[in-house]
């Protein structure tokens, strides 16, 4: 597997479903709207902000563009440090080189960090196959395991799921792997977070084998960084006596120092904080403190690919912070399972057709997730400017598909592009009313609002004008909001007002 | 056992990344990241930061800061790392205690290596007086002394002192999720409750 969600249906069709759900569109609005707010609180705070992220840009795309001596480099110094390092081409090689080490320890269960390359290459499923427990330690990864759902969210991969939800996964689920959840078990946060600090303790106590990502990887003190609120990161980077870190090639920077702008910038476009609580560094093994066989896997698994696109490049310069999804206006709508990847939001719209190219029709559809309204630039601490690159996806997509037969009706890239020219529309009040006058509609739209009601009791436009009526057809959508993203963006300054 | 296939990976791997990049110029300019005008309230400014994440603080001087310790440390038990060099009574010193016999004490007290004025973080590297990494993770109560002469004002000032081939935790108030409907809660599995007490004098 490659970081698709198996038999996940393309964008456009996914992202109805979502539309429909109103606890999953409540949830996405309350949490992206205070991530939102947060980051734009101690954003403004630093005075300097655009120098950083030109700094960190800079830092990055150095980074990438002499990659090769980077690589070498950070292998090196990691020998050097009594690391071994593995080399991984894709997926399936990277999850038999953990589970050959899980193996020869005996055994049969590894805690994990909550980390984007291990879900890319599936290695929890991969690790099962072979009669490895691996257990997620993320209060968030905890629910999405344990209620066998998908992430939605690359920093709170929960967000669909309320309190009560929670409530009710714990008590179900948590007795069938481990130690249950207690009786009188609320649904208050702090209660429920109680909670799994005890159903995870003992598997932190006695776990051999741990297994983590990295935030970032120093090529010259062959350094790996893991930044964490939890804890449970640096129980799983200290506790455990093997310790393996899948770590994809575009995480290397250069220089230690070159850890400065970035360790400023990750928790203020992430999380919203001026320091995310527990930030671990190590190099290697150390005599007597933590685990004292350290193993890293240097990952491909389609980053080459996307390193030969000129204009596409620049995408591996994420530090995966999430900004991007807390201000899109379409992941707001449909939330993070209709990307059908690890990656969703706008990152996700441009990461996984840079990996995997777009010759499925599910990847083909991503480049059209958008509305090109920018905010996703405005916002992202590396400067990717992921509007030019799905424009340039969007073109790939077509000429990938230039030698098709003539379009089918719901072919994919007919659907795209009615998704696109949807997502134009809906993303500016202004747009639609144009649109409706244009097509001489708009009496009847207006009636249509008025009339369709979704589940949650938002009134819903049934039918879009203009040239998004193909993708309306048999879809509902919500109505738009008395003021529309760009409105609010300007009203507010992109929310720091 | 992956000499042989990771041998074929690694120039593989290293093979694509050249070739993706043929034509490429390596040279970019890379700006310099900013930094904020010195000030000198810094310990203030340290303070307030820290707080802000509800941590405790407590100002002490040198001659006050056994009894201010052995206050915030109080009845419970309580682990300290070799070269502590302040007498608490009742303390083990840690000889490489196990996780498990480390889950049966309440609290832990150490030194730090460099405070963070403008994010409110302590850093800690482990080295004398700090300890393994291990025990002031598993006991739920942190009680870390910083002394004012080690708090600098922003990210790269500790970059700048911090020995990267030593392993390094940055610690900015306690344990915390908001993975619940982004509600914020204090104390997952690192230590629920952080004391830090500021030495000046
Ligand atoms: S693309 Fe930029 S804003 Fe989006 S997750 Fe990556 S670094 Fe963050």
Known sequence: ?497 | MTSTPGGGARDEVLGRVRSALSGVSPAVEVPPAPRAAARDDLVDLFTERVEDYRAVVTATTRADLADVVARAVGAATVVVPAGLDLDIPGAVVDDGLTAAELDAIDCVVTRAAVGIAETGTIVLDHGPGQGRRIITLVPDRHVCIVDAAQVVADVPDAIELLDPARPLTWVSGPSATSDIELDRVEGVHGPRTLHVVLVAD
């Open chain 1, 1 to 497: 597997m490659s970081g698709t969600f198996v038999g996940m249906p393309a964008f456009p069709t996914a992202a109805r479903a979502a539309l429909g759900d109103t606890q999953l569109r409540r949830n996405l609005a309350h949490a992206t709207h205070t991530i939102r707010d947060k980051r734009a609180r101690v954003v403004a705070e630093v005075e300097d902000w655009e120098e950083l992220r030109l700094a960190g840009a800079g830092v990055k795309e150095a980074a990438l563009r002499d990659l090769a001596t980077h690589l070498e480099t950070l292998e090196a110094a990691l020998t050097r440090a009594g690391a071994t390092v593995h080399w991984a081409r894709d997926a399936e090689e990277a999850c038999a080189i953990v589970a050959a080490i899980a193996k020869r320890h005996g055994a049969d269960e590894v805690v994990k960090v909550k980390s984007m390359a291990t879900q890319e290459i599936g290695l929890n499923e991969a690790l099962e196959a072979v009669g490895i427990a691996a257990w997620e330690t993320d209060l968030a990864e905890l629910i999405v395991q344990l209620g066998e759902d998908l992430p939605s969210h690359i920093l709170v991969p929960a967000i669909h799921r309320n309190r009560a939800e929670v409530r009710e996964i714990f008590r179900r689920r948590m007795g069938a792997v481990g130690r249950p959840a207690p009786d009188d078990l609320t649904d208050e946060p702090a209660v429920l977070a109680g909670a799994a600090r005890e159903h995870l303790r003992e598997k932190f106590l006695r776990a051999k084998v741990g297994v983590s990502g990295a935030n970032f990887a120093v090529a010259d003190t062959g350094t790996l960084v893991v930044v964490e609120s939890e804890g449970n990161g640096r129980m799983c980077l200290t506790l455990p006596e093997v310790l393996v870190s899948v770590v994809g090639i575009e995480k290397v920077v250069a220089t230690w120092s070159d850890l400065d702008p970035m360790l400023r910038l990750l928790p203020r476009s992430s999380t919203g904080e001026r320091m995310n609580p527990y930030t671990s560094t190590w190099s290697g093994v150390t005599p007597g403190d933590g685990p004292q066989e350290v193993h890293v896997v240097l990952l491909d698994n389609g980053r080459t690919r996307a390193l030969a696109d000129d204009v596409g490049r620049q995408a591996l310069r994420c530090i995966r912070c999430s900004a991007c999804l807390n201000v899109c206006p379409v992941y707001e709508r449909v939330g993070g399972h209709a990307y059908g990847s690890v990656y969703p939001g706008p990152i996700g719209a441009i990461l996984n057709p840079l990996l995997r190219g777009v010759s499925d029709e599910q990847t083909a559809s991503l480049p059209y997730a958008s509305s090109l309204c920018g905010a996703c630039f405005e916002v992202c601490p590396v400067r990717i400017d992921i509007p030019s690159v799905l424009v340039d996806q969007r073109a790939a997509v077509v000429d990938a598909h230039r030698g098709d037969r003539i379009p089918r009706r719901g072919s994919h890239w007919q659907e795209a592009v009615a998704m696109r020219a949807a997502a134009w529309t809906f993303s500016d009040a202004r747009r639609l009313g144009w649109a409706e006058r244009a097509s001489g509609l708009a009496g009847r739209v207006l009636g249509r609002f008025s009339r369709t009601t979704l589940p949650g009791g938002r009134a819903a436009a049934g039918r879009l004008p203009g040239p998004g009526a193909a993708w309306t057809g048999a879809r509902d959508l919500p109505a738009p909001p008395p003021e529309s993203f760009r409105e609010w963006w300007d009203r507010t300054d992109g929310g720091r007002s």
